[in-house]
Nanobody, 120 residues
Framework: VQLQAFGGGLVQAGGSLRLSCAAS????????MGWYRQAPGKERELVAR???????NYADSAKDRFTISTDNAMKTVYLQMNSLKPEDTAVYYC???????????????WGQGTLVTVSS
């Protein structure tokens, strides 16, 4: 299973970016997808996730500014980020909770990370 993330970059405070992450490989079902981020010197933290049949969760820092969504097949996850702040600067990692076709084993898989830099 591979996750490929796109969409990071440099943006001014108040601007917007849209991240996307596509899953591919031997996938039986994706149970959840989401985004974490890690700022320099800080621990990785959950930004948002979407769980099949359940719904969405957001970090307090992301509520009302970020929106997570997926395509109909739940193979691609998006993170629309609006009203960006300098403190949103971080490497953003997508993940997927995947049940694989082989033996229906379940595991987390991670994308390669994409850098978001918000200038003041």
């Amino acid at each position: 299973v591979q996750l490929q993330a796109f969409g990071g970059g440099l943006v001014q405070a108040g601007g917007s970016l849209r991240l996307s992450c596509a899953a591919s490989g031997s996938i039986f079902r994706i149970n959840a997808m989401g985004w974490y981020r890690q700022a320099p010197g800080k621990e990785r933290e959950l930004v948002a996730r979407i769980t099949r049949g359940v719904g969405t969760n957001y970090a307090d820092s992301a509520k009302d500014r970020f929106t997570i969504s997926t395509d109909n097949a739940m193979k691609t996850v998006y993170l629309q980020m609006n009203s960006l702040k300098p403190e949103d600067t971080a490497v953003y990692y997508c993940y997927a909770d995947v049940t694989r076709q082989a033996l229906l084993r379940r595991a987390y898989h991670w994308g390669q990370g994409t850098l978001v830099t918000v200038s003041s």
